[in-house]
């Protein structure tokens, strides 16, 4: 299995990095993708991966929570940062309309920028979307044949919504949200629809604690720990054997960052 999101630059794993990923590898993890999601933190983020090389990768880029910060679309840093081999996505990047912690004329000029460099440095995206379907499409849409591969993370949608991005040949993660009984079940039924070569599976920790692992751990905080739990749920949605999700999510994953 590789997770392909893993927010390890959170202050909440502070205190155990190390021992958040040892009980990754215990349990049959084999390669971290950390999340960059602004200039300081895709920094963080890559130099948490050369931590732990050919086992920890990151991303670099710019979330659309944070594209208020920036003030050259040109992203010199995130470009800087591309260089570096451990760096094997653009991203996050998108658009949140939920929270608009950034104006949305802002996350629409940064999001293209990453799109653009992207597409420049041949190197696949990892976006975010929320509540913003209609404008993240009609901006993705133009760049898609000019980039290798593009992933739409932690996915929540519609079927409509997965329809449209399926149509796009965008690749699918699919994080603990399957797991929650009161917000997951319209993903629990359609994700049997995601074609095997377009799934991937994440955590996005330390969001999203699978709320049905048993026994209930003592922390709210996700970690890589729990992602064989994610891909059993999502094997017995999709009337799959968890080997099958694990082996196809981990070739897939491996050849979209190409690690």
Same mark, same amino acid.
């Given at each position: 299995?590789?997770?392909?999101?893993?927010?390890?630059?959170?202050?909440?794993?502070?205190?155990?990095?190390?021992?958040?990923?040892?009980?990754?590898?215990?349990?049959?993890?084999?390669?971290l993708?950390?999340?960059?999601?602004?200039?300081?933190?895709s920094i963080?983020?890559?130099? /948490?991966? /050369?931590?732990w090389?050919?086992?920890?990768?990151?991303?670099?880029?710019v979330?659309?929570?944070?594209?208020?910060?920036?003030?050259?679309?040109a992203?010199?840093?995130?470009?800087?940062l591309?260089?570096?081999?451990?760096?094997?996505?653009?991203?996050?990047?998108?658009?949140d309309?939920?929270r608009?912690?950034?104006?949305?004329?802002?996350q629409?000029?940064?999001?293209?920028?990453?799109?653009?460099?992207?597409?420049?440095?041949?190197?696949p995206?990892?976006?975010?979307?929320?509540?913003?379907?209609e404008?993240f499409?009609?901006?993705?849409?133009?760049?898609?044949?000019? /980039?290798?591969?593009?992933?739409?993370?932690?996915?929540?949608?519609?079927?409509?919504?997965?329809?449209?991005?399926?149509?796009?040949?965008l690749?699918?993660?699919i994080?603990?949200?399957?797991?929650?009984?009161?917000?997951?079940?319209?993903?629990?039924?359609?994700?049997?629809?995601?074609?095997?070569?377009?799934?991937?599976?994440?955590?996005?920790?330390?969001?999203?604690?699978?709320?049905?692992?048993?026994?209930?751990?003592?922390?709210?905080?996700?970690e890589?720990?729990?992602?064989?739990?994610?891909?059993?749920?999502?094997?017995e949605?999709?009337?799959?054997s968890?080997?099958?999700?694990?082996?196809?999510?981990?070739?897939?994953?491996?050849?979209?960052?190409?690690i």
């Amino acid at each position: 299995m590789i997770d392909i999101g893993v927010n390890l630059t959170n202050s909440r794993f502070d205190k155990d990095r190390a021992e958040v990923i040892t009980r990754a590898q215990a349990v049959g993890v084999k390669g971290l993708v950390i999340t960059g999601t602004s200039i300081e933190e895709s920094i963080a983020a890559q130099q /948490l991966a /050369l931590q732990w090389p050919n086992y920890c990768y990151s991303t670099a880029g710019v979330h659309p929570h944070d594209a208020k910060s920036v003030t050259d679309l040109a992203l010199p840093q995130i470009r800087a940062l591309a260089q570096q081999p451990e760096v094997v996505a653009i991203g996050e990047c998108g658009l949140d309309f939920n929270r608009d912690f950034s104006p949305r004329p802002q996350q629409e000029a940064v999001f293209e920028a990453q799109l653009a460099l992207a597409a420049e440095l041949n190197m696949p995206v990892f976006m975010h979307c929320r509540d913003a379907h209609e404008r993240f499409l009609a901006i993705l849409k133009p760049w898609r044949d000019k /980039l290798p591969a593009a992933v739409l993370h932690c996915f929540t949608g519609s079927q409509q919504a997965l329809d449209d991005c399926l149509a796009l040949d965008l690749h699918i993660g699919i994080t603990g949200w399957i797991c929650d009984e009161r917000r997951g079940t319209e993903l629990r039924q359609i994700v049997k629809t995601i074609p095997s070569q377009r799934l991937m599976i994440e955590t996005d920790c330390p969001y999203l604690l699978p709320r049905d692992y048993r026994p209930k751990p003592k922390s709210s905080r996700n970690e890589p720990l729990y992602l064989p739990h994610i891909a059993e749920v999502i094997a017995e949605c999709r009337g799959e054997s968890a080997m099958q999700v694990v082996n196809n999510s981990y070739q897939v994953s491996q050849a979209f960052f190409a690690i």
